[in-house]
């Protein structure tokens, strides 16, 4: 699915290569500083490698903004859950972004399809929707599934999860976890960082 060969980002990591099969979770470790967050920008389609080449589905890629990566199937999960959601709209509105944030698919919106969806990955992910009217209301734990209900509802293939259970309880780790095993066990694969 991915393919890093000979990576380079500035003077942090050189000769970085790696493969991530479909179905397969791979975990990247590291002590902070050490390149990990240059690694998932250039993956995600936020900065330029200085060197090497990444490949999807054996086809070379080369991503000038993270929309790039997103039409490639592939996802970013911050563990800084503000740079990913928009606080103060709704936890329906969070989800359903990739839907309609396209300027491909501008047009009308099959809201019958997005309800449905979004209801499904809700539901997957047992979101707490009481409070859904803001996500800042939400727990950091519940603000977290919808970042990545976010990507199950589009159907990204590969999910970059960078650091995702940092300052969630200890139950809900546990919860993401084991989803991140069900979709690479759907076929999906899984960068993660922790």
């Known amino acids: 699915r991915l393919s890093v060969r000979n990576l380079q980002l500035g003077t942090k990591l050189n000769d970085v290569s790696f493969d991530l099969a479909n179905g397969e979770v791979v975990g990247v470790f590291a002590l902070e500083g050490q390149g990990q967050d240059e690694l998932f920008a250039a993956l995600a389609g936020s900065i330029r490698p200085t060197g090497g080449t990444i490949d999807v ?3 070379p890629v080369k991503f000038s903004h993270p929309s790039d990566a997103i039409q490639a199937g592939i996802a970013y999960v911050p563990g800084d859950r503000t740079e990913a959601l928009a606080m ?22 099959r809201m019958r399809r997005e309800e449905f969806v979004i209801s499904g990955a809700i539901g997957r992910l047992q979101i707490d929707t009481r409070a859904q009217g803001e996500v800042q209301r939400l727990s950091g734990g519940n603000q977290q599934k919808v970042t990545i209900a976010r990507w199950i509802a589009a159907n990204a293939r590969t999910i970059l999860c960078f650091d995702p259970t940092r300052g969630i309880d200890v139950g809900t780790k546990q919860e993401i976890y084991k989803l991140l095993r069900e979709l690479a066990g759907q076929g999906k694969s899984v960068l993660f960082y922790t």
């Open 57 to 59: 589905d054996g086809a």
């Open 88 to 109: 103060q709209r709704s936890v329906r509105e969070n989800i359903a972004l990739p839907f309609s944030a396209g300027l491909r698919k501008w047009g009308p919106i």
